[in-house]
């Protein structure tokens, strides 16, 4: 299995500033994946990040609110822009593919 | 389109009784399927998965779980549940384009 870390691990933001949210893998992976889990709720794929192309986002989601980045293959950053109280949630990556994917820890947003 | 359905959004048991939490897919092909735990403010642990064979497997932490196609059901069982094992539960299904889809989740309170 994948060991996963993400910073920072909880952020509080204000109103319309914007937050990059790093996740680092333990070994190179092909497939990175960005999940959103609002209060309450199950996870929410965001989008699919592979290294060397643009990421592909899951109906809901574009690319100016989350821009995300894939420079190489144990690095992905997401960017959580404009941000708004609705966007509080914790934000997670995980990697792998649809036969298993391991997660990260999480970054807990809150926006006030 | 795939789905999974987690009917129980709370589960209430007392400690050392036995366990089952349901969850039913919706897919076009052979599933993949998962069992994750996510214990309060941590990621997502992997319990379990299935792939084919055995239509009855075993995980960590003592869980186990039974694929029954006829059914459309992957039903999560543990015969003695311990007060740790108080946490939130999803299902997931591995989709045909490397995503995975969750289950709404099933939260499990152990009474003492």
């Known amino acids: 299995s994948a060991v996963i870390s993400q910073k920072p691990s909880r952020d509080i933001c204000q109103r319309g500033t914007s937050l990059t949210i790093q996740c680092q893998v333990d070994?190179?992976?092909?497939?990175m994946f960005w999940y959103r889990q609002q209060p309450g709720q199950s996870l929410t794929l965001i989008a699919t990040a592979n290294q060397g192309s643009e990421a592909t986002y899951e109906s809901g989601f574009v690319i100016d609110k989350f821009p995300i980045s894939r420079p190489n293959l144990t690095f992905s950053t997401l960017t959580v822009s404009n941000m708004s109280p609705e966007d509080s949630s914790i934000y997670l990556c995980?990697?792998?593919?649809?036969?298993?994917?391991?997660f990260g820890p999480g970054t807990r947003l809150t926006v006030l | 389109a795939q789905s999974v359905t987690q009917p129980d959004i709370h589960i209430t048991v007392s400690e050392g009784a036995s366990l089952e939490l349901r969850c039913n897919y919706s897919?076009?092909?052979?599933?993949?399927l998962f069992w994750y735990v996510q214990s309060p403010g941590q990621g997502l642990q992997l319990l379990l998965k299935?792939?084919?064979?055995?239509?009855l497997v075993q995980g960590i932490k003592g869980f186990e779980a039974e694929f029954k196609r006829s059914q459309s059901s992957f039903n999560l069982r543990k015969p003695s549940v311990h007060w740790s094992d108080a946490a939130e539960y999803f299902c997931?299904?591995?989709?045909?384009?490397?995503?995975?889809?969750f289950g709404k989740g099933t939260r499990l309170h152990i009474l003492p």
């Open positions: 070994s190179q992976v092909t497939m």
């Open positions: 897919y076009g092909a052979t599933p993949y």
């Open positions: 997931a299904v591995g989709a045909g384009d490397d995503k995975i889809i």
């Open positions: 995980s990697v792998g593919a649809r036969d298993t994917q391991y």
């Open positions: 299935y792939f084919s064979g055995d239509t």
